[in-house]
């Protein structure tokens, strides 16, 4: 994608660099209309958090590696704007975790569904990963969910039984729980649907949650937590973002 003007060593680089992403993946058709809506309410939750991963993010995002390293069917689900901010991040995830990434969007249209197939697949030559990406030829269709957005892939989603699923929308978080898998979310705000209906909810930036666990997959990842408690985490997320705004008042 084309350059950033800004300098690396200006204080909102990370956030520039993100829009100036989402900008280019509008020029290509890769996004929904209402996707700048989204990335703006994910900014202002992640002014709240003061930018940072905390403690209780690290905590949801290593009992979420742990479960897809441990998965027999691990899948990693990919909409327009987790393509834009960090297709790369996923594809270097799938390749660590050998599962298939697939591309799967609410807004879905054929003309989107290319743009974002030729995106990844270019990405992922550029990176020269052996990844499989779906999306191109679904054969089944996510139960609960109407309409194109709930066609899937039979050998990706449907067969999955621990998928993530960053930035999602409630109903089809909802769905896939229904299903019995294990669903993991990334999403900065606590209190969404999708954050809390998960079995796992990583409350922290996308391309920060990913390359998280990116570094966790380096180093090994640990077995999972019996006693790991989402409530908590969520509980965490909300208190971090208060905490913040009582210091800042
Ligand atoms: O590509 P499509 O058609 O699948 O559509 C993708 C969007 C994101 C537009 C669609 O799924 C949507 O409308 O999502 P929502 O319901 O707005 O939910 C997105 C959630 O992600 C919100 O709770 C935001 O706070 C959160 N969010 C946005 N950007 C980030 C984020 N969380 C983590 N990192 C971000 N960069």
Known sequence: MGD????PS??????????????EAAKRGMLAGS??????RGEAFDYLLG?????????????ALACLVEATHPVLSVNG???ALAGDEILRLASALGCPVEINIFYRTPERMEALLGFMNERKAALGLDVVVLGDAPNA??????????????????????????LEDGDRCQALVAMGKTVIVIDLNPLSRSAQGATITIVDELSRALNTML???EGGANASDPAYNNNAVLEAGLQAMLQGLNQSA
């Not at 950033?4 to 300098?7: K, L, V």
């Open 81 to 83: 704007n987790v393509a």
């Open 4 to 7: 950033i003007a800004a300098d």
């Open 141 to 166: 269709t996510i139960p609960g969910l109407k309409g194109p957005r709930a066609a899937c892939h039979q050998e990706g989603i449907l067969d999955s039984d621990v998928i993530l699923v960053p």
């Open 10 to 23: 200006h204080p909102r680089y990370a956030s520039l660099l993100m829009r100036h992403r989402l900008e």
């Open 51 to 63: 930018e940072r991963t905390t403690d209780s993010a690290r905590t949801a995002a290593a009992q």
């Open 35 to 40: 996707a700048m809506i989204a990335h703006g």
């Open 215 to 217: 570094e966790m997959v």
